[in-house]
């Protein structure tokens, strides 16, 4: 079939394009050139990957189709392209508060660090789905990312009704989180489900942090936030009854030292 021009993702299009008159070769160039020159729908592209993921995975794509797809969900996610959510925001229907400029910085600086606490949970989901060994896993790991970029969406919004912005490093929190998921799911996918149970604990507790951190006021992030909360425990619970193991320790220690340098930056840079 020809390749035509309709805006579709760059992963659908470059897996497609082996059936077409397009050179290997120039695929790398094609899928930077195309995105710095956002020639394709940016939250089209999210929707598609985080609520389509666990369907294309289930389709058993070969290893060149699911790297084309996680570069192409680490470039959206990563760089701050919008995702769009599958779920209405908690926040819809909420009056905004009436916020002087010490609150809205505050409120701002903690719905950022919790944005990039989602951009990490999307890298460390992606790299554990990426080489998970049971098909079961990776579906459910995938299921999970795709309400993470729920959540992704709805601190989004957030940020640029305080005007704010997300981390500018989110880059480097993706990638180390890929990594780290991609390392625990070499392990065994007892460890990486183990990783999803230490992850969530610790997500679940520091989300209930903020939501004694954040202006009484400011009740739309705090509706996003209390829904955050909710869905990470049920996550938690769910990887602890497909078999996720308890991390011996200093892992858990390790993770939160990690978090707690995460939190610091984010929530100024």
């Known amino acids: 079939m020809p390749c035509d021009d309709r805006r579709v993702p760059i992963s659908c299009l470059l897996v497609r394009s082996r059936s077409c008159n397009v050179s290997l070769v120039g695929l790398p160039i094609f899928v930077w050139i195309t995105w710095r020159a956002d020639c394709f729908l940016p939250t089209r592209v999210q929707s598609i990957i985080a609520h389509m993921s666990a369907h294309e995975f289930s389709r058993r794509l070969g290893r060149f189709d699911r790297a084309l797809i996680e570069i192409e969900r680490a470039l959206g996610t ?40 989602e951009v990490c949970a999307q890298a460390l989901y992606s790299g554990q789905a990426a080489v998970a060994r049971d098909a079961a896993t990776r579906k459910q790991l995938l299921e999970a990312a795709a309400e993470e970029t729920d959540h992704l969406a709805w601190c989004d919004e957030r940020l640029e009704a305080l005007h704010s912005r997300p981390s500018l490093f989110n880059p480097v929190w993706y990638a180390g989180s890929f990594a780290l998921g991609a390392l625990a799911a070499l392990a065994s996918d007892r460890v990486s489900l183990g990783f999803v149970v230490e992850t969530e604990r610790q997500v679940e507790a520091h989300l209930g942090e903020h939501l004694q951190k954040l202006p009484e006021t400011d009740a739309r992030s705090r509706a996003v936030v209390a829904q955050m909360q909710a869905d990470e425990a049920r996550h938690g619970k769910n990887a602890k009854a497909a078999g996720g193991i308890d991390l011996p320790q200093p892992v858990p220690a390790l993770m939160r030292a990690a978090s707690a340098v995460m939190k610091a930056v984010a929530y100024r840079v």
Request: proline share 5%; no cysteine; hydrophobic share 40%.
């Open 78 to 117: 990563a760089f701050g392209h919008s995702p769009e959510a599958a779920r209405v925001s908690p926040a819809v229907g909420i009056a905004e508060a009436d916020l002087d400029e010490s609150q809205r910085r505050h409120a701002a600086g903690l719905m950022r660090v919790n944005h990039t606490g």
